[in-house]
């Protein structure tokens, strides 16, 4: 590690004026003058491979100066090293806390942390996670508008629905069911279960140009606060308020496996359906039970980690099946995932069900 890699600029300032000013004032014992040469010789000692001695140094700044950028990703470093990985994940993701924009503390926290993970206790673990409700997700979901821009681009102009494959796949098979769903019609109304800032929306009217749609989405307050701001259009439910009407289309689009009651859920949204249930991203196994694994995107920008499910197929097919729902349309959508401490590997499926119950 270089100088400017731990300092956190080029010109060898560990850190900008204003914070150098705030840093000072919480200590009386080691200024900030002497924590940055003792950053400098810790990181030395980290480019000659001598993380111990590199670690004992960075113990001591951190004792007074908590929050200096590069600081806990450069002890992780040293944790990883020395052969101290549960401490190193520890520091790498206290890093990305304080520092949400740190890539390298991101890049070593998707190294170390598995980002799928088999959690044995299920949903009694719940409480160790952040979720969905955490502050970090604003602003995932404005970068995440900001990254579909050139998506956006590309529809307008009758290019591809998405560059990534398995994009652009997942789009095709929705496209389907799109059209299935405004065959001879020429106005739909869609319920988006867990539809983000209903990006969707947008290539709903790209795929169907000739019809007229009703959004509405189902989401989380942050996601309705944001969704409200960049998609006007859409109509967004913080509340259960989205159940009082029926639906051309309900869509479940990688939502469903985060919810501990997904079999209730499922039920209601298959009670407002008028015509399809389309259920998607939605994690299979076909040999082993259903079973419950936690997820961390780091690597994605999420600072958060959530808990999910992964649903064995014949039981859910029997789930199914049980609120009188039959299969029109099985979907390979996404490229799957292995769950540490599970033998069999995940796979992404989506299902076009017909609505109403027997």
């Excluded at 810790?42 to 001695?53: F, P, T, V």
């Excluded at 989380?220 to 159940?243: H, L, N, Q, W």
Aim: charged share 20%; aromatic share 12%; net charge negative.
């Amino acid at each position: 590690m270089n100088q400017s890699n731990f300092n956190g600029s080029t010109d060898g300032s560990m850190e900008s004026d204003n914070e150098k000013s705030q840093l000072t004032a919480m200590s009386s014992e080691l200024t900030f003058e002497q924590s940055a040469q003792i950053g400098n010789e810790a990181s030395s000692l980290i480019a000659d491979g001598k993380y111990e001695e590199a670690l004992g140094l960075l113990d001591k700044i951190i004792h007074y100066h908590t929050y200096v950028h590069n600081l806990q990703y450069a002890r992780a470093l040293c944790l990883l090293n020395t052969g101290r990985l549960d401490e190193a994940k520890v520091a790498a993701l206290s890093e990305l806390q304080a520092f949400p924009d740190n890539q390298k503390a991101r890049n070593m926290v998707a190294r170390i942390i598995p980002q799928y993970e088999y959690i044995p206790e299920g949903w009694a673990a719940k409480d160790r996670f952040g979720g969905w409700e955490s502050e970090s997700m604003e602003e995932t979901i404005r970068k995440g508008w900001q990254s579909f821009q050139p998506t956006l681009q590309s529809l307008c102009t009758g290019g591809p629905l998405n560059k990534d494959y398995s994009a652009h796949n997942t789009m095709m098979c929705y496209a389907y069911v799109l059209a299935m769903t405004a065959l001879k019609k020429d106005y739909i109304s869609i319920l988006d279960y867990g539809g983000g800032a209903c990006l969707n929306y947008l290539i709903s009217k790209e795929i169907i140009p000739g019809v007229q749609i009703e959004y509405y989405c189902k989401e989380t307050p942050i996601a309705c606060k944001i969704g409200r701001e960049i998609m006007p259009s859409v109509i967004f439910y913080e509340d259960e308020k989205c159940f009082d009407r029926k639906y051309d289309l309900v869509i479940a689009s990688g939502s469903l496996q985060y919810l501990e009651d997904w079999q209730s859920v499922c039920e209601r949204l298959a009670s407002v359906s008028g015509s399809y249930l389309y259920i998607t991203r939605f994690p299979m196994i076909q040999n082993i039970p259903s079973f419950v694994f936690v997820q961390r995107p780091y690597s994605l920008g999420h600072n958060t980690e959530f808990l999910g499910w992964a649903f064995n197929r014949k039981d859910f097919l029997s789930f199914i099946n049980k609120l009188g729902l039959r299969v029109l349309r099985e979907f390979m959508t996404m490229e799957g995932f292995q769950v540490v401490g599970v033998s069999e590997q995940v796979e992404y499926r989506g299902f076009l069900l017909s609505a109403g119950f027997k």
